[in-house]
């Protein structure tokens, strides 16, 4: 007790804080009035405690003390990057005297690549990166993002 008393209280519950601190639900029997104050019952105070203000009683088993432990928060999940609305072409290379160039197309976004056409069709983005000399980026995720279905490039 805060004035240095010790009273011997019933356990009912332990509980964990959002801070990982244990707290203990006590019940502790005092004396009440009734409706007239000549007449003194017993009544249970019962009170959350900071489980440092608890001591085990000698002798007592206290395994079927229902016990609330906090989970872990959950973690977050990884964020996904939102889908992309406009492409960049990069040429990395043209072939001399012809009008044939080697492009990666990349998100508008990612950081490499500057520079280039931008495209804000997500259809003539895929058909730039499955051209001949065409290719995604890692980096932003084109290459995965963008790659057109096996089966349906079977016609080239
Ligand atoms: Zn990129």
């Given at each position: 007790m805060p004035d240095g008393q010790t009273l011997t209280a019933r356990l009912y519950e332990r509980g964990q804080a959002k801070d990982g601190r244990w707290l203990f639900d006590v019940g502790l029997v005092v004396w009440r009035n009734g409706p007239k104050r000549e007449h003194a019952e017993p009544a249970e105070y019962r009170v959350w405690i900071p489980a440092e203000q608890a001591r085990r009683v000698n002798?007592?088993?206290?395994?079927q003390v229902k016990t609330t432990r906090r989970q872990p928060p959950a973690p977050k999940p990884w964020p996904r990057p939102r889908p992309a609305d406009r492409w960049k072409v990069e040429v990395v290379r043209r072939q001399p005297a012809t009008d044939f160039q080697w492009v990666t197309v990349h998100r508008?976004?990612?950081?490499?690549?500057?520079?280039g056409e931008e495209i804000d069709d997500e259809q003539k983005a895929r058909e730039r990166m499955a051209a001949e000399g065409g290719r995604g980026c890692a980096a932003c995720g084109t290459d995965m993002s963008l790659r057109t279905a096996p089966d349906a490039d079977s016609g080239r």
């Open positions: 002798g007592a088993d206290y395994s508008a976004d990612c950081s490499l690549g500057a520079g």
